[in-house]
C-alpha cells in the first residue's frame, strides 16, 4: 500500500512569489492535514481537510490557503512568499473517524530566497 | 527581530538500554495521544497511539504511559538500537470530536544511540 506522496520533494522560491504544493493520501484516507515545520517554530498545524471543505485551520496569515479534490488529493497554496516561510512542508492522511492515527509523508522543503 | 531555534532536550543512551523519553501535554481535555519518530529528512513516522481511557498501551518494543492527572505521557523503548537514534514527538488532538487529523506537537527529544 503506498503511502502518502508529497511533490515536489524541494523546491526554491524568490521573495513575492506563489507556490503550490501537492499531498496525495493513502488509498481510502478522506482526511488530509498539513503542517509547517521550522527549527523556531517546531511543528505547527495549518489546516484540515475532509470531503472537499476546510474542517480546521491554525493560526497562519490569509496567504496559506489549501484545497482538496474529491479524490481526496489535497493542495496547499503560499501566495506573497516571505523568507519565513522557509519551512518543511508536511502533509498527513488519516481515516474518517475520531482518533484514527495520521501518516505522514516525506514533506515538501521549501526555500524562499 | 532574529529567530532562536527551539532547543530541544536529548537523550543519549548505549545500545541495549531502555529509553524513556517524556512529555507534558496541555490540554486537559485532549483524549488521544501518538508518538512519532522523525528522522533525519524524513517525515514523521507513526510509533503508537493511546487514548484517554487508558493508562498503558504496549506496542513492539514500546510502550507508551499515560498520566492524565499530572498531564504527563511518556515512551518507553525497551533494547534500544542505533537505528533508533531519531528526534521523538509527542502529539496530542485537542480538538475532540470536530477533527480527524489535527495534532498539536510537543517540541521533541533528541535521541542518541550509542553502539
Known amino acids: 500500500k503506498a503511502g502518502v506522496t508529497q511533490t515536489p520533494r524541494y523546491l526554491i522560491k524568490t521573495r513575492g512569489q506563489q507556490v503550490t504544493l501537492s499531498c496525495s493520501p493513502i488509498?481510502?484516507?478522506?482526511?488530509v492535514s498539513w503542517y509547517q515545520q521550522t527549527p523556531g517554530q517546531g511543528l505547527q498545524f495549518l489546516f484540515e481537510y475532509f470531503s472537499e471543505t476546510q474542517r480546521n485551520k491554525g493560526n497562519f496569515p490569509g496567504r496559506f490557503s489549501g484545497r482538496q479534490f474529491s479524490n481526496s488529493r489535497s493542495e496547499m497554496n503560499v501566495s506573497t512568499l516571505e523568507l519565513g516561510d522557509s519551512a518543511l512542508y508536511l502533509c498527513?492522511?488519516?481515516?474518517?473517524?475520531?482518533?484514527?492515527?495520521?501518516?505522514f509523508g516525506q514533506g515538501t522543503r521549501l526555500t524562499v530566497v | 527581530g532574529e529567530s532562536v531555534g527551539l532547543h530541544l532536550p536529548t537523550l543519549s543512551v548505549q545500545e541495549g538500554d531502555n529509553s524513556i523519553i517524556n512529555c507534558a501535554y496541555s490540554n486537559s481535555a485532549s483524549d488521544y495521544f501518538i508518538w512519532y519518530k522523525q528522522e533525519s529528512g524524513k517525515g514523521p513516522q507513526f510509533i503508537i497511539d493511546?487514548?484517554?481511557?487508558?493508562d498503558k498501551r504496549q506496542g513492539q518494543r514500546v510502550t507508551v504511559l499515560l498520566n492524565k492527572t499530572v498531564k504527563h505521557l511518556s515512551l518507553q523503548i525497551a533494547a534500544t538500537q542505533p537505528g533508533d537514534s531519531a528526534v521523538y514527538f509527542c502529539?496530542?488532538?485537542?480538538?475532540?470530536?470536530?477533527?480527524?487529523?489535527?495534532?498539536?506537537f510537543g517540541q521533541g527529544t533528541i535521541l542518541t544511540v550509542h553502539p
Open positions: 488509498s481510502g484516507h478522506r482526511s
Open positions: 493511546i487514548r484517554s481511557n487508558m
Open positions: 502529539a496530542e488532538n485537542t480538538a475532540g470530536g470536530t477533527s480527524y487529523g489535527k495534532l498539536t
Open positions: 498527513a492522511s488519516s481515516l474518517v473517524g475520531v482518533n484514527t492515527e495520521a501518516f
